[in-house]
């Protein structure tokens, strides 16, 4: 884990301070991941199509399938999550290896900007960061945060659908977040050990419309 750790905080700084700052960003639509669509119901997913009900192993009303091409890698398996039987999040898993975790990042840079990371239950703003520090102690403070997430084997890297030129105008990442069109997508990148193994997740969503739906779903109403 050592040496991936080593390998992984150089290649991050160098892509979060030299991509971020000169990507081509495209306005288009597009799905939730590749072809599949938010909101697609489950009926799409079943054995047919090559998928396994996975709910008991995800904790929550899931569809799998294995060995999944992306960006030139096999990921190990795609799981489908799902909510009143609708699409809302996808996620590609597969084990950590530096070649995988330095391709993802550069693919998902060329689209998205990083706002946040997480570990350990502590949070690292990177708009907050970029409008207290210079570049140095931005750069140092990512090294430190990152260094200690792999050490623990837990940190995620939360990026949103939106260049950095427009995100500098929000506070901080959530406020980013909250305020992002309905179509921006988030991605959630996870570097995860567990006994002994270390493992690799990028998670997609549309927080925004996940948030307008959880403020339309009506809840029972009772006295307290």
Known sequence: MQKIRNV???RLIALVFALQASVVWAQADVPLFRDLRYDAPI??????????DCSKAVGSLARCVDNVKFLGLTFDT???Q?????????????????????????AIME???????????KRLDMLQLGKTEGLSAQRAKVAEFEATGLERGDLTYMF???????????????????????????VDIKVLEKGGES???ASFSLPRRSMAEM?????PKEKF
């Open 199 to 201: 493992y690799i997740s």
């Open 160 to 186: 949103l659908e939106r260049p950095m030129t427009e995100l500098r105008v929000y506070r901080n990442g959530v406020e980013a977040i909250v305020e992002s069109p309905a179509t921006a997508r988030e």
């Open 43 to 52: 009926a799409q997913f079943g054995k047919a199509q090559g998928y396994y």
């Open 82 to 106: 799902f909510l009143d039987n609708r699409l809302r999040t996808v996620t590609i898993a597969t084990e950590m290896k530096p070649q995988v975790y330095t391709t993802l990042i550069k």
């Open 111 to 121: 689209n998205f900007s990083l706002l946040l990371m997480q570990s350990d239950g």
């Open 8 to 10: 992984l905080m150089h």
């Open 78 to 80: 795609q799981i489908l």
């Open 215 to 219: 403020r339309q779903t009506p809840v």
